[in-house]
């Protein structure tokens, strides 16, 4: 990468919102992973997210960032090691205290992962309607509507079903799916993986305005796309071989002399 | 692969089978409530088989009476179709085929359904919002199957001996009031509870495999595809074994309570 692709990086990280908090959202301490006993897709990951902070994790393909975006929302329980999240011991949580701790994530799944027998606004409705049962009807209704507001989705959207609609609105949905609840971690699984350049900067875009008017929000997001985690990321992890090979800010990527680092930085930014 | 590998999966596959159906079942009466699924499953299995349940049976009804009637005549003893039709078809023919019919529509379709979800990421996306996968997707499905299937077993009775009767009365010049008593002296109600019984059994073996195979499916629309053949394979297949020893089983109880087999 030249120098004057690094500078007009570096400029872009400038765009990024300054409402870190002191303290950790999630903490992962030598976590390990063996599904058949014998080989490790995680190999002792060690990582920090910082409260407020919008993380992107990001690395080749099979290096485990799924699997450990899994440990992460305690789906996968760590053949060995330590998960903190917001003060918590996910590894030791009992299966219905993890179920009600689970309520204080957002998730925004690769395909929004929407429910197809449901209008839009069924969708968002949906999380409030199960947690959320000392609610009225017209408030849990009121409480979706102003969700679907914020990722702009409109109003004409709100009665047809996930297949009537385009990606993008179904990212919007999804989003205010995940926003419901008014989580505390939210999580973007490959949230572009698959869109159109103009989409994808449409949901990056999406990404950065829900991180920074939401406050105390901690935003993950796995990505493929390294301009964009660069653009809107505080901090950046990129996983290699199931453990952190590097973890800060992307100016500490771009400047990094690692061997494997500066190849994916360069390449990445060359398909972007 | 070796047998022992064959025999170790197939141990570990039934193992996480009934630890599925163990964990479904005591979830059900966990809150919230699923009363809402229940019905709207009950609507999808029960109501939309009603049709094709009433179909099968007449003519299933008719098929029966005709080759007994044949037989019967034979040896001179048409007068006893009727209550041969009425026992074959509530204790055996009843139970089973509507378990076979309801398996293969409404079974298939619950695999097909939640292997989407699975390969859609929608039973994950339930997961990290905290619901009660279990509780909300497969409870209220196996609920729904025990109650429908004792009730189509029902329709599929009284319609298949509405063909025996239209064949028997109608077609072949049997007497009415000899059919109808001859039936009334045979029939208990023990007989029709038997085949309702059965098809409860039935209802809930189905139910829980072809969920079992939705729920675990991997590998997009080819696993999707294989989770339902095999769910609705395997279900059938188990029915028509499970009938010979819950037969037998029901016999060996009879003969405890010292009633007539």
Known sequence: ?272 | MSVKIWAEDKIKGMGDMTLFFWRSIKSIPNPPSRLDEIFKHMEFIGNQSVGIICLTSLFTGLALSFQIYLGFKIVNLTNLVGPTVALGVTREMGPVLTSLIVAARAGGAMAARLGTMRVNEQIDALDVMGVDTLQYLIGPRIVAAVLCMPLLTAIFDFVAMVGCWFLAVKMVDLDQGIFFQRIAETIQFRHIAEGLFKSAVFGLFFAVICSYRGFNTTGGAKGVGEATNKGVVTSMVLIIVLDYFLTSLIRIYYLVTGQPT
Do not use: W
């Open chain 1, 1 to 272: 990468m030249d120098d004057k692709s690094i500078d007009s990086s570096l400029e872009k990280t400038s765009n990024r919102s300054n409402k870190i908090e002191a303290g950790n959202a999630i903490e992962m301490k030598n976590v390990q992973k063996t599904f058949d006993g014998k080989e490790f897709v995680l190999k002792g990951i060690d990582l920090n997210v910082r409260k407020g902070s919008l993380t992107a994790i990001i690395g080749f393909s099979g290096t485990g960032k799924s699997v450990m975006l899994k440990h992460i929302l305690g789906l996968f329980r760590p053949t060995s090691g330590e998960i903190n999240i917001l003060g918590k011991d996910v590894v030791k949580m009992e299966k219905d205290d993890l179920t009600k701790f689970r309520q204080r994530f957002g998730v925004l799944f690769q395909s929004a992962a929407l429910f197809d027998d449901m209008t839009v606004l069924e969708n968002v409705c949906f999380p409030l309607f199960e947690h959320r049962r000392d609610y009225s009807h017209d408030k849990v209704l009121k409480i979706a509507e102003e969700k679907l507001v914020q990722v702009g989705l409109e109003k004409k959207h709100y009665q047809k079903l996930p297949s009537q609609i385009s990606g993008g609105m179904q990212k919007r949905t999804g989003l205010a799916r995940a926003l419901a609840l008014d989580p505390e971690i939210l999580i973007y699984d490959e949230p572009t993986t698959g869109l159109d350049p103009i989409l994808t900067e449409m949901v990056d875009n999406l990404i950065l305005d829900t991180h920074r008017h939401r406050e105390g929000l901690t935003s993950i997001m796995v990505s493929h796309d390294l301009a964009a985690a660069f653009r809107i990321a505080d901090f950046v992890a990129m996983l290699d071989g199931g453990k952190v090979l590097l973890y800060g800010t992307p100016e500490d990527f771009y400047r990094s002399e690692i061997e494997l680092v500066k190849r994916f930085v360069s390449k990445g930014m060359k398909t972007s």
